[in-house]
């Protein structure tokens, strides 16, 4: 998207229709920790297929934006700047980059199912290593406690919702495409 055009009525509503998307799942989560299995990252993935990167990735900067004013769009029912200077922070930054490399690849490659699927995959890995690092450091644990506390249980859960991502997604942009809302 070029900064000289401007978004359409259309396109804003669908950004704030996967903004509200994402306020509905994120907050809805199950704590096994320090951090939250939480449906976050999925609402990410729908919100790239149904919006593509740029605006997809802007959905999630939206809800972000929305969590920090203080309603409680986060993991838990929870928000305000206390919940991005807490342990989970560094998910919450993360998930900006995997909206965007996310984005990156399902964009360029969309007939390339397997293409999407690693751009997740390396998505989440940036996600991974951004809360890591801020978890270790806020938490006041090693790296590696870090990532035994906030990746390693959540690989089976993170790897399924990117299949899911994988098998609905492109059926969603296919559906706004036929139906004129993706641009």
Do not use: H
Not at 143 to 148: D, K, P, Q
Not at 150 to 162: E, N, T
Request: net charge positive; hydrophobic share 50%; aromatic share 14%.
């Amino acid at each position: 998207m070029e900064i000289s055009k401007k978004m359409n009525t259309k396109q804003l509503t669908l950004i704030g229709v996967m903004t509200a998307v994402t306020c509905i799942l994120g907050p809805l989560s199950i704590p096994i920790g320090l951090v939250p299995i939480s449906l976050t990252n999925l609402a990410i993935y729908f919100a790239i297929y149904a919006l593509g990167c740029k605006k997809g990735t802007l959905s999630y900067i939206v809800y972000l934006f929305i969590g920090l004013i203080g309603l409680p769009v986060f993991s838990g029912f929870s928000g305000g700047f206390g919940k991005l200077f807490g342990p989970t922070g560094g998910y919450l930054i993360g998930f900006i980059f995997m909206a965007f490399i996310s984005g990156i690849f399902i964009d360029k490659f969309s007939n390339k199912i397997y293409m999407g699927f690693l751009g997740m995959i390396l998505g989440t890995i940036i996600t991974y290593m951004f809360g890591t690092a801020w978890l270790s450091y806020e938490a006041g644990i090693t790296f590696n406690a870090a990532l035994g506390a906030g990746v390693i249980p959540f690989i089976p859960g993170d790897l399924i919702k990117i299949v899911i991502a994988t098998i609905i997604g492109p059926q969603l942009r296919k559906q706004l495409i036929k139906s004129g809302l993706y641009e």
